[in-house]
């Protein structure tokens, strides 16, 4: 793999545009020179973004890109694979989230993450919103728990769908349910960052369509990261996109902008399907 | 679907049409302006006319720049496609409008050099006429109505028909009086004109045609 890398050719953008790495607006995420291994192996190479907040931003890229092996380290989800090893920083809030003293519990409370297969527990579908808010002791009485879960879940554009069964499994629901009720259950802890990985590519296009209005809606109150292996979601829904090619950033800027007009020969030629 | 929200591409592409329809709404006031300014021999009018150029074609632009964002963005299909689609033809035909006042405002400045050569009445019969083919045009997009634009190209003869008239009449007088050759060619122009502003009516309502029943009735593949 070290050969295939330095044989590409060097990437203009290391230094290029400002656009690339300094959206407009506070930034909700702020990576500066990450590198990320599993083993010896380089996966993420250099990577520097500010994610703005209160946006969506896309990752886009071919499958290996790294795409997903960066939307993980930002809550520190890698941590759990081993032999993996991190450098560079990663800034939420003022502070380094691989800053020893991290309280990973407490981050990935802020840094909520949805899955791109959807894991509702097997349990009913109001505990599964509440689980969370009980283990973290968020509400102090059943009547608050209630509102929290029904707030949840209306966010997450299901509560019509099932308020009349909330005490029923939550594995009757379909596919698209089943996803939604997962947004409810990482809102219903209140973050204020949500990483979705892949959340529509196991749905048929309705619940994908559902899914992609809601992270439309979403947007105002929370900071969205999603990756998607479908341009086209990542140009529906997002308002910012980064492509991922080898564990490189090549271009990052305004999602209208990289898909009608990429500074990078390389982006281009993956928007058009030239390759990837 | 019963809860299901509009998805935002549909807002994007109602934002599109108001943008549309903005643009025909400035680029019909600009014919009745100029034509106004004709009637009433008003020169500061026609000075207005002449420079009041910016706000359509800033639209223009705007406009081809939300077409691109949302096919590029959204990938549309079907009707939604034709609509973006029939949007950049139509906004080009409405800018021509624009240009079109501008050429006709040129005449008139040149015409108001002279004594009338007659009282007018076919060239604001014509502008009428040119308006509401492009309000019925627009209207018609906006309302998908199919019935309405096609009523468009039944009008556009009437029009044909009123600048052969006009030509014809102007013809005696440049033949009886030779001093009124300049001015009977600049309102032989105007006529000219507004009859273009009908063909691009036209154009309108052929594209709202096609987006709605995806026909192509262009080039006289009409129904009567």
């Known amino acids: ?276 | 679907m019963p809860d299901r929200p509009v998805p935002h591409f549909q807002e994007e592409l109602q934002q599109l049409k108001n943008r549309l329809l903005e643009m025909g709404g400035l680029a019909e006031d600009r014919v009745r302006t100029v034509v106004q300014a004709l009637v009433e021999r008003d020169a500061p009018l026609v000075d207005r006319v002449l420079s009041g150029d910016g706000p359509i074609n800033a639209l223009h632009i705007e406009i081809d720049s939300r077409c691109f964002k949302l096919l590029a963005l959204h990938q549309p299909m079907a009707v939604d496609l034709r609509a973006i689609v029939s949007a950049v033809k139509i906004n080009t035909d409405l800018e021509r409008v624009g240009d079109l006042a501008v050429n006709i405002a040129e005449a008139v400045k040149r015409y108001m050099r002279h004594p009338p050569v007659k009282e007018l009445i076919d060239i604001p019969r014509m502008a009428d006429i040119a308006q509401r083919m492009l309000r019925d045009a627009l209207d018609a997009y906006v309302r998908r109505d199919t019935t309405l634009a096609q009523a468009v190209l039944n009008e556009d003869d009437a029009l044909d028909s009123l600048k052969t008239q006009v030509f014809r009449e102007l013809l005696t007088y440049m033949l009886q009086t030779p001093a009124t050759i300049e001015p009977a060619l600049d309102l032989i122009l105007m006529s000219r004109h507004l009859e273009r502003i009908g063909d691009h009516a036209t154009n309108i309502a052929e594209d709202v045609i096609f987006m709605v029943s995806a026909r192509d009735v262009r080039h006289h593949v009409r129904e009567g």
């Not at chain 1, 020893?100 to 840094?111: E, Q, S």
């Open chain 1, 1 to 276: 793999m070290s050969t295939v890398q330095s044989a590409l050719p060097p990437l203009a953008v290391a230094t290029a545009g400002t656009d690339r790495t300094s959206p407009p607006g506070p930034a909700a995420i702020d990576v500066d020179g990450l590198n990320f291994y599993y083993g010896e192996k380089r996966a993420l190479e250099n990577i520097t973004i500010r994610i703005p907040s209160h946006l969506v931003t896309a990752f886009i890229g071919p499958s290996g890109c790294g795409k997903s092996t960066f939307l993980r380290t930002l809550n520190r989800m890698n941590d759990i694979i081993a032999g993996t090893r991190v450098e560079g920083r990663v800034v939420i809030e003022g502070r380094d989230i691989y800053a020893p003293g991290t309280d990973v519990v407490a981050l990935r409370r802020r840094v909520g993450m949805v899955f791109q297969k959807s894991n509702p527990f097997p349990k009913t579908i109001f505990e599964n919103v509440a689980y969370g808010v009980r283990i973290n002791g968020l509400t102090r009485n059943r009547g608050e728990l209630e509102d929290r879960v029904e707030e949840s879940l209306r966010s997450a554009a299901i509560w019509d769908e099932v308020k009349d069964r909330l005490h029923e499994s939550a594995l009757a629901l379909s596919g698209g349910q089943q996803q939604r009720l997962c947004i409810a259950r990482a809102l219903a802890i209140r973050p204020e960052i949500l990483l979705m990985d892949e959340p529509a590519s196991a749905l048929d296009p309705i619940a994908t369509q559902r899914i992609e209005e809601l992270i439309y809606q979403l947007k105002s109150r929370y900071t969205i990261v999603i990756v998607t292996h479908n341009m086209q979601q990542a140009a529906r829904v997002s308002d910012r996109t980064a492509f991922f090619w080898l564990g490189r950033l090549v271009e990052y800027g305004p999602t209208d902008r990289i898909f009608t007009n990429p500074g990078e020969k390389l982006t281009e030629d993956y928007v058009t399907g030239r390759f990837g």
